[in-house]
């Protein structure tokens, strides 16, 4: 009989464990649950935070500047070319944008590019002239930041006037061709060039042929060609306020300082100080094409990360 009355209760014992493993377990589940959320909110956040700061504490969605009278920024920035930093497709299309905006008081292009093809920088400055002629209350504004050398200068002479630090390097006014010959060295190694052309001056810029008297005239020619064009476009963009000297455009440069003494610039100032005093406005809405949400996020936080090394003194010198 003591047997049969432990039975039941052996059964009762077991079926309240096992009620209270299972109550544990989805308690247990839950609270793993509610923790999860939490982090992956807590990532958001903290991505969201290092967005705002590598912005340099603006969301960039808030865009209140664009519905007042602001200056129109456009950047270019690094080498102007074909699909390069300063894509020409690019920098026209966001200085259409900027001289189309009614709310506008002026465009600043601010420079900081070693130049680039004469073809592209031409595009450029030609968009220039039209957007000033369609737009004629419109002023624009080169500010040259560390670099407006060779096409950057080119680019620049389009603008009403140009502005520079005193630190600035600017000028260049030349044109360049690269190339090299290891005809010599073949020789000497004793390897045979097997390179195949129709048309005697197919070759005309192969390393490894020879390159005759002829051939190098005709590319003299061609540089000194797009030289002159350079030299114009910079005359008819400074007129009166240029300076020449017999090294003007010998392909030298010139601190921001100097150079306004030369006539290549008109003043010297940031953007800031360009669109108080040459403009009136305090506000500046940066014109930039559209970015998604991963490209800002990986801008951000590379950002945020590199002003947290400069601010331990972590960084290269």
């Known amino acids: 009989m003591g047997e049969a009355k432990d039975k039941p209760r052996d059964e009762d014992w077991a079926r309240r464990t096992l009620i209270e493993l299972a109550t544990a377990s989805l308690r247990e589940q839950r609270r793993a ?5 939490f982090f992956k909110l807590l990532i958001l956040v903290y991505l969201g935070v290092l967005l705002w700061y590598g912005q340099g504490g603006q969301w960039p969605l808030q865009r209140d500047v664009a519905h007042r009278e602001h200056v129109a920024l456009v950047g270019l920035k690094g080498l102007i070319a074909d699909g390069g930093d300063a894509d020409p497709d690019v920098i026209v299309e ?39 002629k369609k737009h004629p209350d419109m002023k624009l504004y080169a500010v040259v930041e560390d670099l407006c050398a060779s096409g950057a200068y080119w680019v620049a002479v389009a603008a009403d006037e140009i ?36 048309g005697e001056n197919k070759l005309l810029l192969d390393p490894f042929s020879p390159q005759t008297p002829a051939q ?18 910079v005359k008819a963009g400074r007129g009166d306020r240029l300076k020449p000297t017999p090294d003007m455009f010998s392909g030298l440069i010139w601190t921001g300082r100097d ?26 809405l940066e014109y930039e094409p559209p970015k998604t949400l991963l490209d800002q996020l990986t801008e951000g936080v590379s950002t945020a990360v590199a ?11």
């Open 259 to 284: 150079a306004l003494r030369l006539g290549l610039v008109d003043g010297l100032g940031d953007r800031r100080q360009v669109a108080r005093e040459k403009l009136g406005v305090e506000d500046i």
């Open 307 to 317: 002003r947290l090394l400069l601010r331990l003194g972590l960084t290269a010198t």
């Open 33 to 37: 649950r509610r923790w999860g959320i």
């Open 163 to 198: 502005w520079a630090d005193p630190t600035s390097i600017v000028g260049s006014i030349g044109v360049r061709l690269d190339a090299f010959g290891v005809q010599k060295l073949l020789d000497r190694l004793g390897i045979e060039n097997r390179t195949l052309a129709a």
């Open 216 to 233: 190098r005239a005709h590319l003299q020619h061609l540089l000194d060609q797009t030289h002159q064009q350079f030299i114009d476009v």
């Open 94 to 132: 966001l200085l259409e944008q900027a001289f189309g905006d009614d709310k506008a008081r002026g465009v600043i292009l601010e420079i900081n590019s070693p130049g680039g093809t004469p073809a592209q920088a031409a595009r450029i400055h030609r968009a220039i002239q039209r957007l000033r």
